[in-house]
């Protein structure tokens, strides 16, 4: 999917007809408008206050100044944030994969009593709808001390169901010689997990990751139910914060969303193809 | 893989080598429930004990004090709900006209992105980056940035709209804008997923196919009504479940942009449990919507359940 090798043979090479050019003009038009915005906000967070106020917008900076970064970070911790964002993050995805694989594994190669009844109960609870449990969760968490902490923004979130689909889907796929040779051979389960299973599960495992980091990176909801001290934002959470707690200075807003857009697009640039497909193929956000 | 290419014994069993991996010995008909137990004990924790726990708050008059001194009223709150006082029925109706924009805009205008992407090739790429990127951004962000860009006063789409001599709107901050202003971004954020899902599915028809048709001497508005999108009959299906589903869960944007306002305009389901819930700690009737909400959203999951992974290849 999405490889440039599999696309249409409808377009002829170097033909440079009317048509072509106005199906660029029209994709270079939609393209614009989707980036737009982004370009203004990048070069808005380089304008002064009152730049930014004017009342007939500029769209390069007129007194180009870093000035904006520098006030945020010392009325924020912003640089706490977006480590917070990075290390919950990773874990959540580390965690997951781990989770998701090993109970695919055990899903896609073993029999056992009521296996199909497990599998069910586990997929059903993708129809569950985060807003139905947030506030149980919220009231469980707080009973487990868990409230402004790390371990409360990852606890919730170390299975995923559709994870565990997935890895399902994808390692029934794997020979199952491949397994019982090494079950001839002598290997335990958990490296037969390890050696064979994963090494040949990594393009569903990088789709899958690429899903679980982003959703988490970019999730408000749990971290703005649970965390109340500063130092313990997330990216998403400092974001929300400072379009509250500072709505006047636009400069600073403007800033911090740049800081929370440009890192996870710059991550989208140097890999297109996989965040793409990771997106597509999970389906879901 | 060299490890798998030459598995006849010895030399596999040489390779298995006394890692921590291979000392680890757990027998085969106890790996499945090694790896199971601790798995349904979490979900059992972490996702049925509080849908339960929601069912039974919603049939008491909670008290978040000393929950023991909770009343039963068995569906006093659900029927608390239609009462005038109760934002419910606010929510209920924004959260349809939502949905319904939401889904009626993003289906075709993803389709139409996924022909436009369809008809490049070299630079497809560069295109897929700039419709994707809005999606792959915090939701907080690109609220923070919109709400800028509509700012009634300084914002540059009404500096914009000024050149061409259009008066200055309000958006988010006029209650009858606001909704339509939020779904609006929601919709610019989110094109770019359907795109991608329906470029998928074009990509997957034989060209043979369209190739046929055009000798017999079909022409292209024949070609996409007759051949293209009834091969895609079933990715529309799933491109518009999951829109929906996606559509009734709004929660970020709101908050950020415009917690539920002005007045009542922007209020959703969503919105309106965090409300009940924690701002007004009435925990029955945030449950009671919770269950509420899950009863619709269940039932457009399990249409698509019947749908799951529509034929679109990876």
Known sequence: MFDNGSAPATMGKGKLSFERVVLTLVMLAVAAGMFVPFIWMVLSSFKPYQEILSLKPTLWPQGFTVGNYTTLTSELPFLRYFLNSAGVSSVVTLVILFTSSLCGYVFAKFDFAYKELFFMTIISSMMVPFAVVVLPLYFLIARLGMLDSYLGLVIPFMVNAFGIFLMRQFMEGVPGDLVDAGRVDGAGEMWIYWRIMLPLSLNALSALGVFVFLWSWNSLWWPFMIISKSELRTLPLGIATLAWEYATRVDLVITGATIGVVPILILFALMTRTIVRGVALTGMK | ?314
Request: proline share 5%; aromatic share 14%.
């Open chain 2, 1 to 314: 893989m060299a490890t798998i290419e030459d598995s006849h014994g010895s030399q596999t069993r040489d390779r298995i080598g006394n890692g921590l991996l291979s000392r680890l010995r757990i027998p085969r008909n106890a790996f499945p429930w090694l790896v199971l137990t601790p798995v349904l004990i979490y979900y059992f924790v972490f996702l049925i004990y509080p849908i339960l726990y929601a069912i039974w708050v919603s049939l008491h008059l909670w008290i978040i004090e000393d929950p023991s001194a909770s009343q039963f009223v068995l569906f006093r709150n659900y029927s608390d709900l239609l009462l005038p006082t109760s934002r419910f029925l606010d929510a209920f109706r924004n959260t349809l006209v939502y949905v319904f924009v939401r889904t009626v805009a993003l289906v075709p205008l993803g389709l139409l992105t996924a022909l436009l992407l369809y008809q490049f090739r070299r630079t497809q790429r560069f295109y897929l980056f700039c419709v994707f990127a809005p999606i792959v951004c915090p939701s907080a962000a690109i609220a923070v940035l919109w709400k800028w860009l509509y700012h009634p006063r300084f914002g540059p789409i009404n500096a914009q709209l000024a050149e061409i001599g259009v008066p200055r709107q309000g958006f988010i901050t006029v209650a009858d804008q606001a909704l339509y202003s939020v779904v609006a971004v929601d919709i610019w954020q989110h094109i770019g997923f359907g795109a991608v899902i329906f470029l998928a599915g074009l990509m997957s028809i034989p060209e043979q196919l369209l190739e046929a048709a055009r000798i017999d001497g079909a022409n292209r508005w024949q070609l996409f009504w007759r051949i293209t999108l009834p091969l895609l009959s079933h990715t529309t299906l799933f491109v518009t479940v999951i829109t929906l589903i996606g559509s009734f869960q709004v929660f970020d944007l709101i908050l950020v942009m415009t917690s539920g306002g002005p007045g009542y305009a922007t209020y959703v389901l969503s919105y309106l449990i965090y409300n009940e819930g924690i701002l007004r700690t009435d925990m029955g009737a945030a449950s009671a919507i919770s269950l509420v909400m899950f009863v619709i959203i269940m039932i457009f999951t399990v249409i698509q359940f019947r749908l799951l992974r529509p034929r679109w290849e990876y």
